[in-house]
């Protein structure tokens, strides 16, 4: 029975050949030769390229035999060709299809004098059209899989002229909106290296136009990943530079607050030492208050300082506004509060009335006395008038 059992695993093993596991196969293993690529392509060009596929080393060569190899063309319109060339080979194997070939594990069983040395792909096909929203695709033509090995991928870039007008025209609304805000930004500062900087990126959106108009989709690819790096670039520096202006602005306000609330403090103490104290009273209160609230804008600005050095332009800005508008409001109020303690401080005293006896005189009384101003009136007349005639009288006697 034991016997039985033996003979039977025995003839099992010879009708089922053993199967070894294959040696993984990497991509670094072989030598790859890529030929007739161009560097770009448009939807509906033609593609004719030759891939070579090598084994690094003989031992590699071995390690590539024995298994099976899928290859799958993505074109429009494909056509592969393979050619398997062996050193015992006069003529290379050849097998042909569309959009897949298989090269089956058989072909590549060579004998152990007989060595693998190249795998030849001649693709053919046309670029197939892309989505309008990509400018640039890098597009998978051709897929190599080898049984238990690395999967090689044969990538083309395909270059989408309807996308590229359209980047074009995005790009000139840019550059437009970057002239308005250098405009703008000129009126507070010193801007001309920005102008400089946009007058070269209008240059080249010229060139990449001109490109276009002549059918030269690579140098237009090229110009506006130039152009969208130049502009993000420009963008950044004109943040940069209103981050700067604002700052500086803040530092501005809080230094004129400073000499108010100086000045303010200055006034009250004249106004002290010329007796006014009751006056400034309010005054004197509502400066020891804004003095701690302008201690709280200091922080703010420093919080500010902080967001700048660091380099976060656009943070900066929204914090920068928002404490200047705080500031204005500080010096207006402080503005006035120095007008109105000078004019305390200028205003002349207003003169004490002498108290005198009181007395009211009815309307009888009034006659009388009138009467006898005019009594005092008329005697006074008629006594100079005598007085004349007797002076008069004594000269015409002297004579």
């Given amino acids: 029975m034991k016997k039985g059992i033996l003979a039977l695993l025995i003839a099992l093993v010879v009708i089922l050949k053993p199967v070894f596991a294959l040696e993984h196969l990497n991509k670094d293993d072989l030598k790859i030769t890529v030929e007739g690529l161009k560097s770009s392509y448009s939807p509906g ?149 920005l102008k400089d900087e946009l007058n070269k990126i209008k240059t080249n959106l010229s060139l990449a136009e001109g490109y276009y108009n002549d059918h030269d989709y690579e140098k237009v690819s090229e110009k506006i990943s130039w152009l969208e790096k130049a502009i993000k670039d420009l963008k950044e520096k004109i943040v940069k530079m209103w981050a700067e202006y604002y700052v500086d602005t803040t530092k501005n306000y809080m230094n004129d607050i400073d000499a108010l609330i100086l000045k303010a403090t200055s006034f009250i103490d004249v106004a002290k030492s010329a007796g006014k104290t009751k006056e400034i009273i309010p005054y004197e209160l509502n400066v020891t208050q804004i003095k701690y609230n302008v201690e709280d804008l200091k922080n703010e600005l420093q919080d500010i300082q902080s967001l700048y050095d660091n380099g976060k332009y656009n943070d900066t800005i929204d914090k920068a506004k928002d404490l200047l508008n705080k500031e204005k409001k500080v010096k207006l109020e402080l503005s006035m509060i120095v007008d109105e303690l000078q004019n305390i401080i200028n205003a002349k005293p207003t003169p004490t009335p002498t108290k005198g006896f009181g007395f009211k005189l009815d309307k009888k009384t009034l006659e009388y006395i009138g009467v006898g101003i005019g009594v005092i009136v008329i005697g006074g007349a008629v006594a100079v008038a005598i007085s004349r005639w007797r002076q008069k009288r004594k000269w015409d006697e002297l004579r």
């Fill in 45 to 193: 060009d033609k593609v004719n390229v030759t891939i070579t596929i090598e084994p690094k080393s003989d031992d590699i060569a071995k390690k590539m035999e024995n298994r099976e190899y899928d290859i799958y063309n993505m074109l429009k319109y494909p056509s592969t060709d393979v050619e398997i060339y062996a050193s015992g080979l006069t003529t290379p194997l050849q097998i042909s299809g569309g959009d897949k070939v298989v090269i089956p594990d058989y072909y590549l069983n060579l004998p152990e004098d007989e060595q693998l040395e190249k795998i030849v792909i001649k693709v053919l096909g046309y670029v197939p059209s892309v989505s309008e929203d990509k400018g640039i695709v890098e597009f998978t033509y051709l897929k190599v899989e080898p049984q238990d090995g690395d999967i090689l991928y044969f990538n083309l870039t395909i270059l989408n002229p309807s996308k590229l007008s359209g980047d074009l025209n995005r790009i000139k609304n840019e550059v437009k909106d970057l002239e308005a805000q250098i405009n703008e930004l000129c009126k507070y500062v010193n801007a001309e290296s």
